[in-house]
């Protein structure tokens, strides 16, 4: 068991250090190509951050481990709002714009409810077992790529004199952008054979360990990013983060490779952890709503329904 623990944290180590290099080398290969700063942190940076949760959902999905899919999704947007908003707050208070307030955030909820209810199909019909089916995958595809018209639109409407910046030389970022790919499918295995051996020797469900360690795992770039951008006053990049991260997580770490590589049949959903994902976004919203900002004590109740639910799936 030490061996897999071992190999966990380097699964990890690279993990994180490969979206580290693939976002800077991905950048730096817009910029060269000219591509607006606004969307590439919209889309380039958004999908790396979620780049850990993508490859370890891609690995799981071939390895045949269907919990861990669906667990690395769910406990991931479950601690970007109640860890990641949680600890971040508590730093500083977080101001939350006009524009996520009325139109990220409620696409936000309708992304996470659209997955949940794709994922019940013996809620609405007892003869039914409930699939995540290639033509679900394909549909939150569908929503996704509407989701980057909107991005793509908003980018033109905003749109500022971007300030000259160097940039990185375009074989440097090829380089980077390659060695950020590779370090990431690797990684990814490496954690998904660590996590699976581990989750076999202490006798628990891929679900636990996949809604705990591998969440906690792939989250830690979007905790990092988020704490980071707090302490240097940008708090719509904490916030963004966030949502843009948990918008990424269910279109593309669950919906293309579905969609691609096929269904997973015969799930076991607990409701507590769909309702659990749901909730958090409509709290956040929520909160966010009522004075445009997610406060210190706003990011204490965060933090306790964080220490609730995991004692829950740890104990429960």
Do not use: C, Q, W
Not at 121 to 138: C, E, Q, Y
Not at 219 to 238: M, N
Not at 276 to 294: C, E, H, P, Q, R
Not at 295 to 315: D, H, N, P, Q, R
Request: charged share 15%.
């Amino acid at each position: 068991m030490i061996k897999d623990i071992i190999i966990l944290i380097i699964g990890f180590i690279i993990l994180i250090k490969g979206a580290d290099i693939f976002v800077s080398g991905s950048s730096g290969l817009a910029s060269n190509f000219k591509m607006p700063k606004m969307l590439i942190g919209l889309t380039i940076v958004a999908f790396g951050t979620s780049s850990p949760e993508f490859a370890v959902s891609v690995s799981s999905l071939i390895m045949g481990n269907k919990d861990m899919v669906l667990g690395n999704v769910i406990g991931s947007n479950i601690l970007n709002v109640l860890l990641i908003l949680g600890v971040a707050s508590l730093v500083h208070p977080l101001t939350v714009k006009d524009n996520t307030v009325k139109k990220e955030l409620p696409i936000t909820i309708l992304f996470t409810t659209l997955f949940s209810v794709l994922l019940t199909d013996h809620l609405f019909d007892k003869t039914l077992t409930n699939t995540f089916t290639r033509s679900d995958g394909i549909v939150l595809t569908l929503f996704f790529l509407i989701f980057i018209y909107y991005l793509i639109n908003m980018m033109k409407k905003t749109k500022k004199e971007a300030k000259t910046e160097e940039k990185m030389p375009i074989i440097k970022s090829i380089t980077y952008t390659i060695l950020g790919i590779i370090a990431i499918i690797f990684g990814s295995k490496f954690v998904v054979n660590g996590s699976s051996n581990i989750a076999a020797t202490l006798g628990v469900t891929e679900r636990i360990i996949s809604l705990t360690i591998i969440a906690l795992g792939t989250s830690l770039p979007e905790l990092v990013t988020s704490v980071v951008a707090t302490k240097k006053g940008e708090y719509d990049i904490a916030i963004g983060n966030v949502v843009g991260s948990n918008i990424f997580n269910i279109g593309i770490v669950i919906g293309i490779p579905v969609a691609l590589i096929g269904s997973i049949g015969n799930i076991t959903v607990d409701f507590v952890d769909l309702i659990m994902m749901i909730g958090s976004s409509v709290l956040l919203f929520m909160f966010a709503f009522k004075d445009y900002k997610i406060s210190k004590k706003e990011g204490a109740v965060f933090l306790l329904l964080f220490t609730l639910y995991y004692t829950y799936i740890i104990f429960g």
